[in-house]
């Protein structure tokens, strides 16, 4: 009898650890994930950005880690210049200050999406009165309430304004609903309750370092930089326990099996005091810090990315609830190979030179799995900065790469810097970087970048560049 439970117990373990998957974003390599939700049909969303600037992505997944929908546009995602909250009916509801790389503003963007991704509408705000909306919190039956550090507005499930009041003092950093008459705010140092006229109702200080806000009915529950903090509905003070090991993503985890918090090394639970217990720590990946998590019904999705050399890579990763991780074993070295390179004048009267190189990269496969996709990226060296990196990058796929065979991956003559002075041009370095092999993280980064100095010969038709 003994055998035929442990049978069984196996075999329903089986499923449970096939649902378990993980998936590394690669679009762009300064992709950067920052937030998850779980949504209703079992999917995820996953919240983030693609580049280093104008271009901020929701994406939502299937229970297997697959795109259902995503939107990716120019208004700010989290952060603290945006904010997206969970819908009734599982759609999402957006803020965010318009991102111009260089330039934030003038308005803000408010947009509820229906659970398929539609847009239900969107309303374009500005400044009521010094300050960009970018805060957003969903009220318990009707209304949504959206705020700038000096403002609050006051909205129905359909964008329509309904009041909106004036915050004094300003310096409004968090909202939440405490009821369909009332808000909890953090503004400055201190914690208040306000009804929807601005009054307010009830108040405690707080401090600085306040990163979120829960309330479950009948108490409040604060994060602070070091603690979670616990509140009677009048913000009373009833308790303090330490948590250490936050960082500025660090957020309550609502979930259907109670309230937790992420932290940089671990998932912790709290009880029905806010006494927090570590629930497990992230398992490890290579150059990897997980930023974000979702809890439903025994599953924790975990955000999170990983540097190497400089570019991120996003990851998504769908863990048990006592932390397990599906294992892989991806491992690619890059090496590198310069044919020629040279100098060119830029043109015009400007003494700026652009360096090209024919290149080839090699990637290995050190894994003991066969190898169907692999990015290999360089970045295009610039004397300014810019939203976005310029690259030149091979995303292949459709190979076979078997363990220990290697392949080539030819850039062929490609710019390796822009807008060279003229003391830089005789001399450079050319750097590749492997990334997400199969779309996952990769095991075993420290050969996944390889650099050569290279003399850059300055062209014959180029002799009499301006000096």
């Not at 693609?50 to 299937?62: C, D, F, K, M, Q």
């Not at 976005?388 to 790469?401: A, C, Y």
């Not at 990334?435 to 290279?454: F, I, K, Q, S």
Request: a negative charge; charged letters at 20%; proline letters at 6%.
């Amino acid at each position: 009898m003994r055998a035929l439970y442990l049978l069984l117990t196996a075999l329903l373990s089986i499923p449970a650890q096939a649902q378990l998957w993980e998936h590394a974003d690669q679009r762009d390599e300064e992709i950067h994930l920052y937030g998850a939700f779980p949504l209703a049909g079992d999917r995820w969303a996953v919240i983030g950005r693609t580049t280093w600037a104008g271009s901020h992505l929701i994406s939502v997944r299937e229970s297997d880690g697959s795109v259902a929908w995503e939107d990716v546009g120019p208004y700010l995602i989290g952060q603290g210049w945006g904010e997206v909250v969970m819908m009734p009916d599982s759609g999402l509801l957006h803020v965010g200050v318009n991102d111009g790389c260089d330039v934030l503003g003038p308005d803000s963007r408010v947009r509820r999406y229906a659970a398929d991704g539609t847009v239900l509408w969107e309303r374009f705000l500005y400044p009521m009165f010094t300050s960009t909306p970018t805060m957003a919190a969903k009220g318990i039956v009707d209304h949504i309430a959206i705020a700038s550090s000096d403002s609050v507005h006051i909205m129905d499930l359909n964008g329509m304004s309904v009041g909106g009041f004036e915050v004094p003092s300003n310096g409004v950093r968090k909202i939440h609903w405490a009821s369909d008459s009332s808000l909890f705010m953090l503004q400055g140092t201190d914690l208040r309750l306000i009804d929807l006229d601005g009054i307010v109702l009830a108040s405690s200080p707080i401090g600085p370092g306040v990163r979120d806000i829960h309330w479950d009915g009948p108490s409040v529950f604060v994060l602070t930089s070091d603690s979670v903090r616990r509140f009677d509905a009048m913000l009373d003070p009833v308790g303090s326990s330490p948590l250490p090991g936050q960082n500025y993503s660090s957020r309550f985890i609502p979930s259907d099996s109670g309230l937790f918090v992420n932290t940089t090394t671990a998932l912790y639970e709290l009880d029905t005091n806010g006494v927090p217990g570590q629930l497990f720590p992230w398992p490890a990946l290579p150059n990897h810090g997980t930023s974000a998590c979702a809890i439903r019904r025994g599953d924790v999705l975990s955000v999170g990315n990983t540097v190497i050399s400089g570019r991120t890579t996003g990851i998504v990763r769908k863990l048990s609830m006592d932390g397990v991780a599906i294992s892989h074993a991806e491992d690619v070295e890059v090496l590198l190979q310069v044919d020629s390179a040279r100098a060119e004048h830029a043109g015009g009267w400007f003494p700026f030179w652009d360096q090209r190189a024919d290149v080839t990269g090699r990637v290995v496969n050190h894994g003991p799995d066969t190898l169907f996709r692999v990015v290999v990226s360089m970045w295009i060296d610039l004397p300014v900065m810019l939203c976005s990196h310029m690259t030149n990058r091979i995303d292949t796929s459709g190979f076979v790469l078997a363990p220990g065979d290697t392949l080539d991956l030819p850039f062929g003559d490609v710019f390796v810097a822009r807008g060279v002075s003229p003391t830089a041009a005789p001399i450079g370095e050319v750097c590749l970087v492997a990334l997400a092999p199969n779309g996952l993280a990769d095991r075993a980064p420290d050969d996944n970048t390889a650099c050569e100095t290279v003399d850059f010969v300055l062209g014959v038709q180029d002799e009499d560049a301006p000096p």
